[in-house]
Nanobody, 126 residues
Framework: QVQLVESGGGLVQAGASLRLSCAAS????????MAWFRQAPGKEREFVAA????????YYADSVKGRFTISRDNAINTVYLQMNSLKPEDTAVYYC???????????????????WGQGTQVTVSS
């Protein structure tokens, strides 16, 4: 079992930056791929970004490419999401996810990910 705890959310104005963190504990291993998803009120949970465990490959939703950066520090079992140039449409609860599966073709799907955190709220005002 893996436990994931997100932090770093908050209320910011459009154009600002935030960095989210996700700390993994329990049966942790640097061999887990990690990802961020988000869910806005009344909408389905959507893929934001992912990072593989072995080659450092990263994957992004088109809506965040060039603005968000996912990274990981395997030494402390933590994954980050640096969010720049935030927009009101980025407002959502952001969830961290982990899996030991290959993510090359299916990172965008919630079904790929076995473990989920409780989420952290990000609100961007206009």
């Amino acid at each position: 079992q893996v436990q994931l705890v997100e932090s770093g959310g908050g209320l910011v104005q459009a154009g600002a930056s935030l960095r989210l963190s996700c700390a993994a504990s329990g049966r942790t291993s640097s061999t887990y791929a990690m990802a961020w998803f988000r869910q806005a009120p009344g909408k389905e949970r959507e893929f934001v970004a992912a990072i593989s465990w072995n080659d450092g490959n990263t994957y992004y939703a088109d809506s965040v490419k060039g603005r968000f950066t996912i990274s990981r520090d395997n030494a402390i079992n933590t994954v980050y999401l640096q969010m720049n140039s935030l927009k009101p449409e980025d407002t959502a609860v952001y969830y961290c996810a982990a899996t030991m599966r290959s993510i090359a073709a299916t990172a965008y799907s919630t079904r790929t990910w076995n473990y989920w955190g409780q989420g952290t709220q990000v609100t961007v005002s206009s």
